[in-house]
Nanobody, 123 residues
């Protein structure tokens, strides 16, 4: 069983930046597509970003395109989400995801979830 350990969440003012990281625990996962989802209070969990197993291809929700960047570490065992120009509407719990299928925007495509890390953007 793979476990996804997240870090990097916190509180930031609007316009600021954060970088989230997601590291494997238990086994490596570099051959799997990875993603990030987020869920705000009272709202459905929504797709944020995804990256192919090679790290060569990324996909982003329209709401974060141009502001967020997803990447893989040098060893392909850790994934990152750099979030720039943060807005209050970005406030949510952010979840790292390991995909079991390639319907990236669909939560049903996710095979394993991280524990979630809180991102709060104030204004």
């Amino acid at each position: 069983q793979v476990q996804l350990v997240e870090s990097g969440g916190g509180l930031v003012q609007a316009g600021g930046s954060l970088r989230l990281s997601c590291a494997p625990s238990g086994r490596t996962f570099s051959n799997y597509d990875m993603g990030w989802f987020r869920q705000a209070p009272g709202k459905e969990r929504e797709f944020v970003a995804a990256i192919s197993w090679s790290g060569a291809t990324t996909f982003y929700a329209d709401s974060v395109k141009g502001r967020f960047t997803m990447s893989r570490g040098n060893a392909k065992n850790t994934v990152y989400l750099r979030m720039n120009s943060l807005k209050p509407e970005d406030t949510a719990v952010y979840y790292c995801a390991l995909y079991r299928s390639d319907s990236y925007s669909n939560t049903e495509a996710v095979g394993s979830w991280g524990q979630g890390t809180q991102v709060t953007v104030s204004s």
